[in-house]
């Protein structure tokens, strides 16, 4: 299983980015898909998650209304729309796949991970 995350940058606060993670090597359409980040000196959090059939999905309290995640089941891959950037978005962001197919705001859930893509954003 590989996921191959990808689409971070640099990014003034309030711009925006769009984080892709494609996925080989497993049934993607029945796996759920979250997207975790860790920032410098920082546990890893949880981002956004969303069910297998892209029917639900759930954020975090901090990106709430800025944040979007959503996935294409043809094309094996699962997005972040990132909006409004704030410079304590700033982190290295990672998808996971998960074991089951629903909604997983754990990251002991997630049993694949991708490498991560790095988002710092500049106030």
């Known amino acids: 299983v590989q996921l191959q995350a990808s689409g971070g940058g640099l990014v003034q606060a309030g711009g925006s980015l769009r984080l892709s993670c494609v996925a080989s090597g497993l049934t993607f359409s029945t796996h759920g898909m979250g997207w975790f980040r860790q920032a410098p000196g920082k546990e890893r959090e949880f981002v956004a998650a969303i069910r297998s059939s892209g029917h639900r999905k759930d954020y975090a309290d901090s990106v709430k209304g800025r944040f979007t995640i959503s996935r294409d089941n043809a094309k094996d891959t699962v997005f972040l729309q990132m909006n409004s950037l704030k410079p304590e978005d700033t982190a290295v962001y990672y998808c996971?796949?998960?074991?089951?197919?629903?909604?997983?705001?754990?990251?002991?859930?997630?049993?694949?991970w991708g490498q991560g893509t790095l988002v710092t954003v500049s106030s």
């Open positions: 996971g796949a998960a074991r089951g197919g629903a909604v997983y705001m754990s990251s002991n859930f997630y049993s694949y």
